[in-house]
């Protein structure tokens, strides 16, 4: 079992960035690909970002391509968001999750789940 936690939200005004983080337990981190997701209220889950075991292959929403990046340290179990450019329609919670496969966006596809950090782009 892998459990996830992600920090690394806030508020920040369109233009910032913010860098997010998923802590991951478990000494079979580095055999899953990891994903990024968002909600927002009233809204499906959204896929952001998807990095494969290695760190080798990512792959981006249209939405967020060029102005986020996805990277992970399997030394520290960790995988990072780097979001820059923030628009307001980046505001969501999100959450980070494990799945076998790279290149995965449909949320069914992924096991395990995080708690999600809240982040919140001001106009």
């Known amino acids: 079992q892998v459990q996830l936690v992600e920090s690394g939200g806030g508020l920040v005004q369109a233009g910032g960035s913010l860098r997010l983080s998923c802590a991951a337990s478990g000494r079979t981190f580095r055999s899953y690909a990891m994903g990024w997701f968002r909600q927002a209220p009233g809204k499906e889950r959204e896929f952001v970002a998807n990095?494969?075991?290695?760190?080798?292959?990512?792959y981006y929403a249209d939405s967020v391509k060029g102005r986020f990046t996805i990277s992970r340290d399997n030394a520290k179990n960790t995988v990072y968001l780097q979001m820059n450019s923030l628009k307001p329609e980046d505001t969501g919670l999100y959450y980070c999750?494990?799945?076998?496969?790279?290149?995965?966006?449909?949320?069914?596809?992924?096991?395990?789940w995080g708690q999600g950090t809240q982040v919140t782009v001001s106009s």
């Open positions: 990095i494969n075991w290695s760190g080798r292959d990512t």
């Open positions: 999750a494990t799945t076998r496969a790279a290149y995965e966006t449909s949320p069914g596809e992924y096991n395990y």
